[in-house]
C-alpha cells in the first residue's frame, strides 16, 4: 500500500479513513437527488463522508464512499435536465 502524504507539509502522518459524525454522533453524508424537481420519489442516493487528517499540520480532506455511483446518478441528472429556449 502507498504512504499517503500531506500535501500541506508533506509529512507521512496522515490519519485515513476516519469517520464524520456531528455533535449528536450521527455520521454525515453527502446525497444526491436523481430527481431533485420532483415533489415526491427523488430517489436519493448517498455516501458517507471520511476524512484523513494530517498528525503534524492539521490538514483535513474530505472523501465519500461509493464516489463512482454517486457520479453515475448526478451525471444523467445533468443530461435529463430539459433546455430551455
Known amino acids: 500500500m502507498a504512504t499517503m502524504q500531506c500535501p ?4 507521512e502522518k496522515i490519519m485515513s ?3 464524520i459524525r456531528d455533535h449528536q454522533g450521527l455520521r454525515l453524508f ?3 437527488e ?3 424537481d420532483a415533489l415526491l420519489f427523488k ?3 448517498k455516501g458517507e463522508l471520511h476524512a484523513n ?3 503534524d499540520c492539521g490538514y483535513v480532506s474530505l472523501s465519500v ?5 454517486l457520479w453515475q446518478i448526478y451525471s444523467e441528472r445533468k443530461m435529463n435536465i430539459p433546455k430551455m429556449e
Open 43 to 45: 430517489r436519493v442516493h
Open 8 to 11: 500541506i507539509c508533506d509529512s
Open 17 to 19: 479513513n476516519l469517520p
Open 65 to 69: 464512499e461509493n464516489p463512482k455511483g
Open 30 to 32: 453527502v446525497y444526491v
Open 34 to 36: 436523481e430527481k431533485p
Open 53 to 55: 487528517a494530517c498528525g
